[in-house]
């Protein structure tokens, strides 16, 4: 069974940054086949980044990075916008951790 840990999240600047880590734990065959998504309140869950595809929100500002050693992955996110705002998950076939808040204020 496959366990996913997010952290990292919390109440930033606009501008600011933060870096998102996510651990696996179980069966996980390549870190490289994970990503990050998230869900805005009232909105729904959407794509942020895999290691093959970025969303346009994304570019340029966020960078998904992985630790096979670790089985972990992360997300470091610069030049946060209020927009940014949601919870953020990794994902790894179908399974899904428990998701981190990040929130981007003044």
């Known amino acids: 069974q496959v366990q996913l840990v997010e952290s990292g999240g919390g109440l930033v600047q606009p501008g600011g940054s933060l870096r998102l880590s996510c651990a696996a734990s179980?069966?996980?065959?390549?870190?490289?086949?994970m990503g990050w998504y998230r869900q805005a309140p009232g909105k729904q869950r959407e794509l942020v980044t895999s290691f093959t595809e970025y969303s346009e929100s994304a570019k340029g500002r966020f960078t998904i990075s992985g630790d096979t050693a670790k089985n972990t992955i992360y997300l470091q996110m610069n030049n946060l916008k209020p927009e940014d705002t949601a919870v953020y998950y990794c994902?790894?076939?179908?399974?899904w951790g428990q998701g981190t808040q990040v929130t981007v204020s003044s």
């Open positions: 179980g069966i996980i065959s390549n870190i490289y086949n």
């Open positions: 994902m790894f076939n179908d399974n």
